[in-house]
């Protein structure tokens, strides 16, 4: 096969396959656009074309019908590559796929969707020898043969079975963002998966002795904490494993509701579903500790690297959404917290645990970390040609390309310039310094909304939202004067609605699905 395609190309012109290449490479690329020369800052110019960069990257990289990005993707120059481009699923193959969904390449991610659905079957016989569970159990590190148990290793990072919540969280996603043209088809995918996962993570569940359900055994990726002088790794009811058991849960119940006809002669899903509503309401929340942080562990723990790389106690915040500003302020201010105390210590130093931070600072509406993130993304943890970098210290060089860290990156930038996961259309949440003016255009956000935004000396001169749904919340910097018009141009009526976070507004309208309205600055 591969033969034959090499002859089938030898027999075309070197031009019309440059033209078919950049036909096809336009018909996704021209889904989304930002444009930052408005401006007039370096800064802003760099962060566009990191920003183009991680779209190309995902375009070229990543199509129905091959198999997920792995860390390096397809620009691998190593027989023996770094982690053996494996999928390394504690966070930078979930990364890869941060951008897919807001940036208009939701398709690109079938092959994720693909291997997930394969992994929700292989981990059958991992959950079952290794922990006595029902459902599917997926560790840290997996490849093309869908391997699930736990590697030799040290159990910091090997004694992690959570990856399939997280994987399946993906799917969420998809159906949170419109979906495709099939939705049926998407939740019938989506379904198997998040039973799969619930059904492991309820076995997973034990009693904390304080009449709260916490997952055990329990460890936060590739981190430990010290007791006695002494690290360890494994505890129970660690942040990032009750945020996954909560979202997951969630959202096994809310495919019920919707996929009750997925599965045609399928058995009941009642009596999993009754455990999952009971867990749930029994289900530990993550802790807030003394000093107003949010713990990483069940209890405040001494940290073994205390600017460790990874913040997965901070996965309610981003790419969760549990964690926002008006529904949970206390977590919400908790989680800025440990951030800083994060990054107080170091971390941020690997190009991906960079690209988080920028997502975590967009959802925190933290200009000036956004700022530095960026400067410190694109300017020292990247390549000559902007790929990203992860140190290496065992190499001549000192680091080693990983695909994460650009395409983090890019999902943190849309995020800056519109989000949808608080039940609202969110424009221009955190707009960086050096971002004075600019427009963007076809970002999507949960709710299936479609925007294209345009700002002018950092405020809003107008958008339009494409309608997902039957009514829209916009939210916008307090102040703002907007009105809002049809396809047809006829004012649409709208009223204030709350909460909004701090120094926003909220205002709402009923809407028609697909239907495009302007949003016009400086009108009532």
């Known amino acids: 096969m591969a033969g034959a395609r090499v002859e089938a190309a030898r027999r075309r012109t070197t031009t019309d396959l440059r033209a078919e290449h950049e036909l096809d490479h336009q018909s996704y690329y ?17 962060a566009e074309r990191y920003f183009h960069l991680g779209r190309y990257l995902l375009i070229a990289g990543s199509r129905p019908g091959t198999q997920p990005l792995n860390l390096q993707g397809i620009w691998n120059a190593d027989p023996t590559p770094p982690w053996s481009c494996d999928w390394t699923t504690n966070v930078n ?31 059958r016989r991992t959950a079952r020898d290794f922990y006595g569970t029902r459902g599917s159990a997926v560790h840290h590190n997996t490849d093309l043969w869908q391997f699930t148990a736990p590697v030799a290793g040290e159990p910091k990072w090997s004694s992690w079975p959570s990856a399939l919540p997280w994987l399946a969280a993906h799917l969420g996603d998809h159906l949170d963002f419109g979906a495709g043209p099939h939705p049926e088809a998407d939740v019938a995918a989506a379904l198997p ?49 009750q945020e996954l058991a909560a979202e997951v849960l969630g959202r096994y119940l809310a495919l019920t509701e919707r996929g009750a006809h997925a599965e045609p002669g399928r058995a009941s899903d009642d009596d999993l579903a009754a455990r999952a509503r ?34 997965s106690h901070l996965y309610g ?16 201010e908790a989680a800025r917290m440990a951030l800083t105390l994060r990054l107080d210590q170091g971390s941020g130093y690997t190009g991906w645990s960079q690209a988080w931070i920028l997502c975590l600072a967009a959802r925190l509406r933290d200009p000036a970390l956004a700022e530095r993130s960026l400067a410190i993304l694109i300017e020292d943890l990247s390549s000559a040609s902007l790929l990203d970098l992860h140190p290496a210290e065992w190499l001549p060089e000192g680091w080693v390309f990983q695909i994460d860290g650009n395409l983090g990156g890019t999902a943190g930038m849309a995020e800056l310039l519109v989000q949808g996961h608080d039940d609202a259309v969110s424009l221009l949440p955190t707009l960086p310094p050096s971002w004075s003016a600019g427009r963007a255009r076809g970002l999507r956000c949960r709710g299936g909304h479609v925007v294209d935004v345009a700002w002018r000396d950092g405020r809003l001169t107008g958008a339009t939202v494409t309608a997902g749904g039957h009514r829209v919340i ?25 909460p909004a976070p701090s120094g926003r507004m909220r205002l709402a309208w009923d809407t028609t699905v697909g239907e495009r309205y302007t949003v016009i600055q400086g009108q009532a």
Not at 94 to 109: F, I, N, R, S, V
């Open 93 to 123: 193959l979930p990364m890869a796929y941060w951008p897919a969904e807001p940036t208009g390449l939701a398709d690109l991610a079938e092959p994720l969707f693909g291997l997930v659905t394969d992994l929700a079957d292989a981990g």
């Open 193 to 241: 998966v998040h039973r799969a996962a619930a059904e492991h993570t309820l076995d997973m569940l034990v009693p904390d002795g304080e009449g709260t359900l916490v997952v055990s055994p329990s460890s936060s990726p590739e981190h430990t904490f010290v007791v006695g002088g002494q690290e360890y790794a494994v505890d129970a009811g660690c942040a990032m494993d």
């Open 317 to 332: 915040l981003y790419p969760g959404t549990r964690i926002t500003e008006t529904r949970t302020p206390e977590h919400f």
């Open 278 to 311: 009971d867990a749930l309401d029994r289900l530990r929340p993550v802790q807030v500790g003394p000093g107003g942080d949010l713990l990483e562990y069940m209890t405040e723990r001494i940290p073994g690297e205390p600017g460790h790389r990874h913040l």
């Open 474 to 498: 916009l939210d916008v910097t307090l102040g703002t004067s907007v009105g809002v018009r049809d396809a047809s141009g006829a004012p649409v009526a709208t009223l204030p609605v709350g």
């Open 30 to 46: 021209d889904r989304a656009d930002l444009d930052l020369s408005a401006s007039g800052d370096p800064a802003a110019a760099a």
